[in-house]
């Protein structure tokens, strides 16, 4: 037994990192988000696979709020490599509900994708988006973006993208060496540059848009401390960040507050909506 990091051997840090092992009843959100999800994407005023890039994956779902309101950019997580957008139509619920628009995209997973890859596609749907703002129907000037897990990670590597007022990661990964030195890297084979690179935490600018960074109390102890020491050293730069715990959630309930209209992270949304100028 070999400590690798933070005097974790490789097999307690695989563990530390598995969500989905920390879960016993997982199938039964994700089958309520299969579910879910096919009922918003079948709305008729939902545009469906929007191409803002070349690869297959490359396509946004658009679920329109009201004309002229904020848009929210949702990015899904799976760790780079799981998951599709098609899965996570749901999250426009709770925003939609205030009037607010939803666009959720796919991207390219590895191993077909470098993290690099997949962090340019990110640029790539907020250029999109902005782009096509008088067609679609939002105010370009309140375009917030959020993710969950690997999501949080991309919401926090393109927070710095011209068109983004501000983001809500969501239960995510802020420096990528644990996730370097895990059974997670067998697809990604991170390279020491993107390591330092596309590690949010390692990139702190001295500006940002506010970040409202959100884990679960019943979270694993890595994905609430990645979320913590970000946002420790975002503020100690005096940066717009702020960290909310929320009790008796785990990685995947979480994600019943952005469903609800009535959820901490709807809420979240709308007071930093509230708060732009």
């Given at each position: 037994?070999?400590?690798?990091?933070?005097?974790?051997?490789?097999?307690?840090?695989?563990?530390?990192?598995?969500?989905?092992?920390?879960?016993?009843?997982?199938?039964?959100?994700?089958?309520?988000?299969?579910?879910?999800?096919?009922?918003?994407?079948?709305?008729?005023?939902?545009?469906?696979?929007?191409?803002?890039?070349?690869?297959?994956?490359?396509?946004?779902?658009?679920?329109?709020?009201?004309?002229?309101?904020?848009?929210?950019?949702?990015?899904?997580?799976?760790?780079?490599?799981?998951?599709?957008?098609?899965?996570?139509?749901?999250?426009?619920?709770?925003?939609?509900?205030?009037?607010?628009?939803?666009?959720?995209?796919?991207?390219?997973?590895?191993?077909?994708?470098?993290?690099?890859?997949?962090?340019?596609?990110?640029?790539?749907?907020?250029?999109?988006?902005?782009?096509?703002?008088?067609?679609?129907?939002?105010?370009?000037?309140?375009?917030?973006?959020?993710?969950?897990?690997?999501?949080?990670?991309?919401?926090?590597?393109?927070?710095?993208?011209?068109?983004?007022?501000?983001?809500?990661?969501?239960?995510?990964?802020?420096?990528?060496?644990?996730?370097?030195?895990?059974?997670?890297?067998?697809?990604?084979?991170?390279?020491?540059?993107?390591?330092?690179?596309?590690?949010?935490l390692r990139n702190l600018?001295?500006?940002?848009?506010?970040?409202?960074?959100?884990?679960?109390?019943?979270?694993?102890?890595?994905?609430?401390?990645?979320?913590?020491?970000?946002?420790?050293?975002?503020?100690?730069?005096?940066?717009?960040?702020?960290?909310?715990?929320?009790?008796?959630?785990?990685?995947?309930?979480?994600?019943?507050?952005?469903?609800?209209?009535?959820?901490?992270?709807?809420?979240?949304i709308r007071d930093m909506?509230?708060?732009?100028?």
């Amino acid at each position: 037994m070999t400590a690798i990091f933070r005097g974790m051997d490789r097999a307690t840090l695989d563990a530390a990192y598995d969500n989905t092992k920390a879960v016993a009843d997982v199938d039964s959100f994700r089958n309520r988000w299969n579910e879910t999800s096919a009922k918003v994407r079948a709305q008729p005023n939902a545009k469906l696979d929007l191409r803002y890039g070349e690869r297959p994956r490359a396509m946004l779902d658009y679920f329109p709020g009201q004309p002229g309101a904020p848009l929210f950019m949702f990015i899904h997580g799976g760790y780079w490599q799981r998951n599709e957008k098609e899965r996570f139509a749901f999250t426009a619920l709770g925003p939609n509900a205030h009037g607010i628009n939803v666009a959720v995209p796919g991207y390219t997973l590895a191993p077909e994708a470098r993290l690099t890859d997949i962090v340019n596609e990110m640029r790539q749907a907020l250029t999109y988006l902005t782009d096509r703002a008088g067609e679609l129907g939002f105010d370009r000037k309140r375009l917030l973006i959020g993710g969950w897990s690997a999501g949080g990670h991309l919401t926090a590597a393109v927070a710095d993208h011209p068109a983004v007022a501000g983001g809500l990661p969501i239960s995510g990964i802020f420096e990528l060496e644990p996730i370097a030195l895990g059974v997670l890297n067998d697809k990604l084979q991170l390279s020491a540059d993107e390591i330092a690179r596309l590690s949010p935490l390692r990139n702190l600018k001295d500006r940002s848009p506010p970040l409202e960074l959100f884990v679960g109390g019943d979270e694993l102890p890595e994905l609430k401390r990645q979320s913590q020491e970000y946002t420790a050293a975002a503020q100690a730069r005096g940066l717009p960040a702020r960290m909310t715990l929320l009790p008796g959630h785990h990685h995947f309930s979480i994600l019943d507050e952005l469903q609800s209209p009535d959820g901490a992270l709807t809420k979240a949304i709308r007071d930093m909506i509230a708060g732009l100028r």
